[in-house]
Protein backbone atom coordinates (compact mmCIF):
# COMPACT_ATOMS: atom_id res chain seq x y z
CA UNK A 1 0.00 0.00 0.00
CA UNK A 2 1.65 2.96 -0.91
CA UNK A 3 1.97 5.59 1.43
CA UNK A 4 -0.14 8.32 0.23
CA UNK A 5 -2.59 7.76 -2.03
CA UNK A 6 -4.87 10.45 -3.92
CA UNK A 7 -6.77 10.27 -6.70
CA UNK A 8 -5.24 12.23 -9.82
CA UNK A 9 -8.16 13.30 -11.51
CA UNK A 10 -8.63 15.74 -13.31
CA UNK A 11 -11.24 17.71 -11.42
CA UNK A 12 -13.03 19.69 -13.86
CA UNK A 13 -14.40 22.36 -12.25
CA UNK A 14 -16.41 25.49 -13.45
CA UNK A 15 -15.30 28.61 -12.43
CA UNK A 16 -16.61 29.90 -9.17
CA UNK A 17 -17.79 26.42 -7.73
CA UNK A 18 -16.52 24.55 -5.07
CA UNK A 19 -14.43 21.11 -5.87
CA UNK A 20 -13.43 19.25 -2.49
CA UNK A 21 -11.02 16.17 -2.74
CA UNK A 22 -9.32 13.54 -0.13
CA UNK A 23 -5.90 11.91 0.37
CA UNK A 24 -5.74 8.75 2.30
CA UNK A 25 -2.17 8.09 4.52
CA UNK A 26 -1.20 4.76 5.48
CA UNK A 27 1.15 5.61 8.67
CA UNK A 28 -0.81 5.96 11.79
CA UNK A 29 1.90 7.66 13.42
CA UNK A 30 2.25 10.75 10.85
CA UNK A 31 1.90 13.84 13.28
CA UNK A 32 2.34 16.17 10.19
CA UNK A 33 0.20 17.30 7.07
CA UNK A 34 0.15 19.57 4.43
CA UNK A 35 -1.04 20.33 0.51
CA UNK A 36 1.24 22.07 -1.68
CA UNK A 37 0.35 23.21 -5.04
CA UNK A 38 2.61 22.22 -8.31
CA UNK A 39 2.12 24.26 -11.61
CA UNK A 40 3.19 22.31 -14.67
CA UNK A 41 6.36 22.04 -14.86
CA UNK A 42 7.22 24.10 -11.71
CA UNK A 43 8.49 23.09 -8.42
CA UNK A 44 5.97 22.37 -5.05
CA UNK A 45 5.24 25.36 -3.06
CA UNK A 46 3.39 25.12 0.05
CA UNK A 47 0.24 25.63 -0.10
CA UNK A 48 -1.30 25.19 3.47
CA UNK A 49 -0.44 23.12 6.64
CA UNK A 50 -3.09 20.82 7.73
CA UNK A 51 -4.52 21.10 11.80
CA UNK A 52 -5.99 18.54 13.68
CA UNK A 53 -8.69 20.99 13.91
CA UNK A 54 -9.13 22.02 10.44
CA UNK A 55 -7.92 25.38 9.31
CA UNK A 56 -8.77 27.97 6.37
CA UNK A 57 -6.99 30.17 4.34
CA UNK A 58 -9.15 32.24 2.11
CA UNK A 59 -10.96 30.15 -0.27
CA UNK A 60 -9.12 26.77 1.06
CA UNK A 61 -9.98 24.98 3.72
CA UNK A 62 -7.80 21.88 5.03
CA UNK A 63 -9.41 19.34 7.25
CA UNK A 64 -7.46 16.14 9.23
CA UNK A 65 -9.77 13.10 10.08
CA UNK A 66 -6.91 10.58 12.28
CA UNK A 67 -9.26 7.99 12.70
CA UNK A 68 -10.36 7.28 9.08
CA UNK A 69 -6.26 8.60 8.17
CA UNK A 70 -7.80 11.02 5.23
CA UNK A 71 -7.10 14.80 5.19
CA UNK A 72 -8.81 16.87 2.35
CA UNK A 73 -8.71 19.97 0.87
CA UNK A 74 -12.00 22.40 -0.22
CA UNK A 75 -11.39 25.14 -2.85
CA UNK A 76 -14.84 27.26 -2.97
CA UNK A 77 -15.27 30.07 -5.49
CA UNK A 78 -12.65 28.22 -7.93
CA UNK A 79 -10.71 30.84 -9.77
CA UNK A 80 -8.51 30.48 -13.15
CA UNK A 81 -5.65 30.73 -11.91
CA UNK A 82 -6.69 27.52 -9.27
CA UNK A 83 -5.97 25.50 -12.09
CA UNK A 84 -2.56 23.22 -10.49
CA UNK A 85 -1.93 19.62 -8.83
CA UNK A 86 -2.72 19.97 -5.41
CA UNK A 87 -0.17 17.27 -3.42
CA UNK A 88 -0.93 15.67 -0.20
CA UNK A 89 1.84 15.43 1.61
CA UNK A 90 2.49 13.56 5.06
CA UNK A 91 5.62 13.64 7.61
CA UNK A 92 5.96 10.57 9.76
CA UNK A 93 7.20 11.29 13.38
CA UNK A 94 9.88 8.79 14.11
CA UNK A 95 13.11 8.74 13.12
CA UNK A 96 13.88 10.96 9.97
CA UNK A 97 12.95 14.11 8.19
CA UNK A 98 11.02 12.19 5.35
CA UNK A 99 8.25 13.80 3.46
CA UNK A 100 5.80 11.40 1.67
CA UNK A 101 3.92 13.08 -1.39
CA UNK A 102 0.89 11.54 -3.00
CA UNK A 103 0.80 11.94 -7.04
CA UNK A 104 -1.54 15.05 -6.92
CA UNK A 105 -4.74 16.15 -7.51
CA UNK A 106 -4.75 17.85 -10.97
CA UNK A 107 -7.86 20.53 -11.00
CA UNK A 108 -8.61 22.66 -14.33
CA UNK A 109 -10.66 25.04 -13.71
CA UNK A 110 -13.31 25.78 -16.93
CA UNK A 111 -14.52 29.43 -18.01
CA UNK B 1 14.73 36.83 -3.66
CA UNK B 2 15.32 33.35 -4.68
CA UNK B 3 16.07 31.25 -1.43
CA UNK B 4 16.85 27.72 -3.21
CA UNK B 5 18.77 27.82 -6.27
CA UNK B 6 19.35 25.34 -8.81
CA UNK B 7 21.73 25.05 -11.40
CA UNK B 8 21.38 24.43 -14.62
CA UNK B 9 17.83 24.55 -15.15
CA UNK B 10 17.85 22.64 -17.56
CA UNK B 11 20.48 19.97 -18.34
CA UNK B 12 21.45 17.56 -21.65
CA UNK B 13 23.53 14.74 -21.30
CA UNK B 14 24.29 11.63 -23.64
CA UNK B 15 23.56 8.47 -22.09
CA UNK B 16 26.24 7.35 -19.97
CA UNK B 17 27.74 10.73 -19.76
CA UNK B 18 28.16 11.67 -16.03
CA UNK B 19 26.69 14.60 -14.67
CA UNK B 20 26.70 17.09 -11.76
CA UNK B 21 23.26 19.25 -10.44
CA UNK B 22 23.94 22.12 -7.96
CA UNK B 23 21.61 23.11 -5.07
CA UNK B 24 22.15 26.01 -3.70
CA UNK B 25 20.41 27.88 0.09
CA UNK B 26 20.44 31.37 1.59
CA UNK B 27 17.73 30.20 4.30
CA UNK B 28 20.85 28.35 6.54
CA UNK B 29 18.64 25.56 7.08
CA UNK B 30 20.59 22.21 8.33
CA UNK B 31 18.50 19.29 6.49
CA UNK B 32 18.97 19.46 2.25
CA UNK B 33 16.98 17.02 0.01
CA UNK B 34 17.27 15.75 -3.62
CA UNK B 35 13.78 14.39 -5.18
CA UNK B 36 13.18 13.24 -8.61
CA UNK B 37 9.86 13.35 -10.17
CA UNK B 38 9.04 12.60 -13.28
CA UNK B 39 5.78 13.29 -15.25
CA UNK B 40 2.59 12.95 -13.64
CA UNK B 41 4.22 11.32 -10.50
CA UNK B 42 4.91 12.21 -7.34
CA UNK B 43 8.24 13.20 -5.97
CA UNK B 44 10.31 10.68 -5.48
CA UNK B 45 13.17 11.55 -2.60
CA UNK B 46 16.37 9.43 -3.61
CA UNK B 47 18.45 11.01 -0.35
CA UNK B 48 18.94 13.52 2.53
CA UNK B 49 21.59 15.51 4.15
CA UNK B 50 20.54 15.83 8.17
CA UNK B 51 23.39 18.33 8.27
CA UNK B 52 26.35 16.22 7.46
CA UNK B 53 25.03 12.88 7.68
CA UNK B 54 24.19 11.61 4.84
CA UNK B 55 20.56 9.59 4.78
CA UNK B 56 20.13 7.48 1.44
CA UNK B 57 17.08 6.34 0.41
CA UNK B 58 16.59 2.06 0.30
CA UNK B 59 15.56 2.20 -3.31
CA UNK B 60 17.84 4.92 -4.79
CA UNK B 61 20.09 3.35 -7.42
CA UNK B 62 23.50 2.98 -6.94
CA UNK B 63 24.33 5.43 -10.00
CA UNK B 64 23.38 8.67 -7.56
CA UNK B 65 25.64 10.04 -5.42
CA UNK B 66 25.02 13.21 -3.28
CA UNK B 67 27.81 15.57 -1.86
CA UNK B 68 27.49 18.31 0.48
CA UNK B 69 30.87 20.22 0.98
CA UNK B 70 29.28 22.85 3.58
CA UNK B 71 25.97 24.14 4.77
CA UNK B 72 24.95 25.92 1.51
CA UNK B 73 25.61 23.65 -1.04
CA UNK B 74 24.51 20.75 -1.92
CA UNK B 75 25.60 18.44 -5.11
CA UNK B 76 23.52 15.50 -7.18
CA UNK B 77 25.73 13.40 -9.16
CA UNK B 78 24.79 10.87 -11.59
CA UNK B 79 27.32 8.72 -12.36
CA UNK B 80 26.04 7.28 -15.79
CA UNK B 81 22.72 8.52 -16.74
CA UNK B 82 19.91 6.27 -18.49
CA UNK B 83 17.08 7.63 -20.34
CA UNK B 84 14.97 6.19 -17.48
CA UNK B 85 16.92 8.70 -15.33
CA UNK B 86 15.49 11.85 -17.51
CA UNK B 87 13.09 13.64 -15.08
CA UNK B 88 12.98 16.86 -12.78
CA UNK B 89 15.17 17.11 -10.16
CA UNK B 90 14.04 18.91 -7.30
CA UNK B 91 16.30 20.25 -4.27
CA UNK B 92 14.26 21.23 -0.97
CA UNK B 93 15.55 22.36 2.47
CA UNK B 94 14.29 22.43 6.26
CA UNK B 95 15.04 23.56 9.35
CA UNK B 96 15.11 21.11 11.79
CA UNK B 97 15.82 20.68 15.51
CA UNK B 98 16.40 17.91 17.80
CA UNK B 99 15.61 14.21 16.82
CA UNK B 100 11.95 14.50 16.26
CA UNK B 101 11.32 15.11 12.79
CA UNK B 102 10.20 18.27 11.84
CA UNK B 103 7.19 19.81 11.33
CA UNK B 104 8.42 22.47 9.24
CA UNK B 105 7.61 23.47 5.63
CA UNK B 106 10.41 22.17 3.10
CA UNK B 107 11.04 24.65 0.66
CA UNK B 108 11.79 23.61 -3.26
CA UNK B 109 13.88 24.88 -5.76
CA UNK B 110 12.67 25.21 -9.34
CA UNK B 111 14.62 22.50 -10.25
CA UNK B 112 16.61 21.15 -13.23
CA UNK B 113 14.89 19.31 -15.81
CA UNK B 114 17.25 16.33 -17.30
CA UNK B 115 17.05 14.96 -20.70
CA UNK B 116 19.15 12.00 -21.65
CA UNK B 117 20.02 11.16 -24.88
Known amino acids: RKEVEQDPGPFNVPEGATVAFNCTYS??????FFWYRQDCRKEPKLLMSVYSSGNEDGRFTAQLNRASQYISLLIRDSKLSDSATYLC????????????FGKGNQVVVIP | DAMVIQNPRYQVTQFGKPVTLSCSQT?????MYWYQQKSSQAPKLLFHYYDKDFNNEADTPDNFQSRRPNTSFCFLDIRSPGLGDAAMYLC????????????????FGPGTRLTVL
Open chain 1, 27 to 32: NSASQS
Open chain 1, 89 to 100: VVNSFYGNNRLA
Open chain 2, 92 to 107: ATSSTSGVIASTDTQY
Open chain 2, 27 to 31: LNHNV
